[in-house]
């Protein structure tokens, strides 16, 4: 099986690939508008870290409702609504003038970023219910892949965009992308089996907490996934632009390159690792991304070095996370799948917020180098305790 032949087999991959790569290649023209308006705005470290954080809160405080409602609503009316609700708010962005309407930009991006983390749930529940074992791993990996370029293409052009055009036009191009992902997303055809949850709202959250407490290996999964989490540096690289790099290159640039070069890494990382990983030695590949993470730390001080060594950082990020929620996946039981990924989520953003505040908290109390380093110890951490788990997956 290659990614060739499951793009043949299964129609529904290469459709929703497609409205990913649309509607990710939009989003990521308003983040790097959004950190550069906040650093035009003059926010300071713990500001910017808690922007941050609003992009991953959302998937925190709705999962328990979110997953409910995956297993007992039609997923293609739930996936056209989310995607709407994006369009909108990303529209919005373009009513935020000065520093005062931060709040109000909080609020936008957390609405945002619900619905994206409500689509992305429906997706890889939807994903999960159609595909099995390698195809599914295969599955996410495409989705990683999709993700990390529309991320290195989207910050590289975006961060000259911003830089030429201002942060206005990045957000009506976003907005655009999006209209367009939603037509196509209206257009496609596909069948599910319906859902086989029929017990209250409220019963069915209760009952998905109860099966995930009683299964100690989903348990278990869920804490490894969010090792990846650990790789949230949204705020770590808008902080490194605004202290250290802006007297080699401008903000937006900085931003935009530093993601764009981490993100290709992100895409090619799966083609060349992913086929050597497996369960017995996953543990290598969270060493391996906690030393690049240090050497990364090590050489922040020169930007085009740095960007050398984010770019090795990057290519094992991918196919943790893509292994790790396969590993996920195929130990749940399809009647808690929606409400299991759910958690997931909430789980796995839980730990990006947790980062990006870590990472605000500590800016004013050491340097950036250590605090990279400090995450890079994390999953060395991570390394030992899936050596501890292993014999139960």
Known sequence: MNYRKLFCEHKIVRDLSLVQFIAYFGAWFSNVAIYTMLVDFGSTELAISIVTAMHFLPAVLIAPFSGAIIDRVKIKPLMITLLTTELLMTILFLTIDNKSEIWFLMILIFIRMSAASMFFSTEMSLLAKLLKGKPLQMANEIHSIIWSFTYAVGMAISGFVVNWYGVRTAFIIDATIFAIALIVFIRIDFVVKASIATDKFF??????????????????????????????????????????????????????????????ALMFGPIFISK??????????????????????????????????????????????????????????????????????????????????????????????????????????????????????
């Open 276 to 393: 050597y990983v497996t369960k017995q030695n996953l543990h290598y590949l969270l060493i391996f991304q906690g030393i690049s993470i240090i050497l990364w730390g090590l050489l922040q001080d020169n930007f085009y070095i740095s960007l050398i060594a984010l770019f090795i950082v990057g290519l094992s990020t991918t196919t943790l996370w893509s292994f790790t929620y396969a590993l996920l996946q195929d130990n749940c039981d399809e009647k808690y799948i929606g409400r299991v990924i759910s958690y997931n989520d909430m789980f796995f953003m839980l730990s990006c917020i947790v980062t990006t505040l870590f990472i605000g908290l500590m800016a004013s109390l050491t340097s950036i180098d250590i605090i990279t380093i400090l995450l890079g110890l994390g999953f060395l951490a991570f390394a030992f305790y899936y050596t501890r788990i292993l014999k139960w997956i």
């Open 203 to 264: 019963e069915l959250i209760k009952d998905g907490f109860r099966y995930i407490k009683n299964d100690k290996i989903i348990l278990h999964l869920i804490f490894l996934h969010s090792s990846v989490g650990l790789t949230s540096f949204d705020a770590l690289i808008t902080i490194l632009a605004k202290n250290e790099y802006k007297y080699i290159i401008s903000v937006p640039l900085a931003i935009g390159l530093s993601n764009a070069v981490r993100a290709v």
